[in-house]
């Protein structure tokens, strides 16, 4: 296409918004997590999946060699199937928690069932991505302190870590805002005008129970001050600043104190330095 004709087609491209979208173009509120968009039934996205999104699809590259804590069944462990290594610490064992019947076994990846925190079947200076979700909020304070002590030598420098942790108060702050952020709010838009209060709202609440394995709220409210008496499946409280600041006294940069993926949960994102 000639200079001149591309150069009117694109000013034919610039005029053809003129008088659109009097006021100005608005698809969403990028910065509300539950803000209704002309995507409709196809804008929002599990909490898991922006997860991924956020802390592993960025980072984790084909010669990436990544240490996981805590793989349970191997959910997040099929996001790393493509890194160069994959090492994973439990404190099941495989057998117990089925891991290769899910993941499929392959010589690149290595379980460890783990007895203490020493990490000593690691070799030092070897991993250049760490990645836990849902298990560092089952681990008490000091517990977590033990761990990322000895995970340190065995980091390469400039690593990326992305840690899910328990933070009692961003957990109760959003069980208060769940009005806000609950996604029945989004989906009764969806449910048909001709219903009103009660019968909508139950409409809505039996539409959430197909699409979702189980519908769960608190029972009661975790305090800060509580024991760290150990029990099964317990949350522990860590804290985003206590943490933070127990990384940084390690040898480690805060890149992120909560990449901001999950309402209820701090997901600190940090380097090995």
């Given at each position: ?12 491209v610039?005029a053809?918004?003129e ?9 969403g ?9 002309t ?17 592993i699809?960025p980072y ?6 990544v240490?996981?804590?805590g ?6 462990t099929k ?9 994973c ?8 928690n089925r891991?290769?019947d899910?993941?499929?076994?392959a010589?690149h ?9 020493s ?27 033990e ?6 030598p ?6 990326h ?14 069980w208060?805002?769940g ?19 009660p ?7 039996a ?5 979702m394995?189980r ?5 009661t409210?975790p ?10 499946g ?7 600043e ?5 990384l940084?006294?390690?040898g ?6 909560d ?15």
């Amino acid at each position: 296409m000639a200079n001149t004709q591309l150069a009117e087609r694109l000013r034919k491209v610039l005029a053809s918004f003129e008088g659109l979208w009097e006021g100005g173009y608005c698809e969403g509120d990028p910065l509300d997590p539950m803000s209704r968009s002309t995507y409709g039934v196809l804008g929002y996205m599990s909490v898991l999946h922006v997860v991924y999104l956020t802390c592993i699809k960025p980072y984790v590259t084909d010669d990436s060699i990544v240490l996981e804590i805590g793989p349970g069944r191997g959910a997040w462990t099929k996001a790393f199937l493509h890194a160069k290594e994959v090492w994973c610490l439990d404190a099941l064992s495989a057998e117990h928690n089925r891991f290769w019947d899910y993941v499929g076994r392959a010589p690149h990846i290595r379980y460890f069932q783990v007895s203490d925190f020493s990490c000593s079947m690691l070799p030092e200076n070897k991993f250049d991505y760490l990645f836990s979700y849902g298990t560092f909020c089952h681990i008490p304070f000091e517990g977590i302190t033990e761990y990322m002590k000895n995970l340190h030598p065995k980091m390469k420098t400039g690593a990326h870590c992305f840690v899910m942790l328990a933070d009692y108060e961003k957990y109760n702050s959003a069980w208060d805002n769940g009005h806000k952020l609950n996604i029945i709010n989004a989906i009764e838009a969806i449910v048909p005008k001709i219903y009103y209060g009660p019968v909508r709202r139950a409409l809505t609440t039996a539409i959430m129970a197909i699409l979702m394995d189980r519908n769960y709220a608190p029972k009661t409210r975790p305090n800060i001050n509580e024991d760290n008496e150990p029990l099964p499946g317990r949350l522990y409280h860590a804290g985003i600043e206590r943490t933070c600041n127990m990384l940084k006294g390690l040898g480690y940069e805060i890149v992120d104190p909560d990449v901001g993926a999950v309402h209820r949960d701090p997901i600190i994102h940090f380097v090995k330095t």
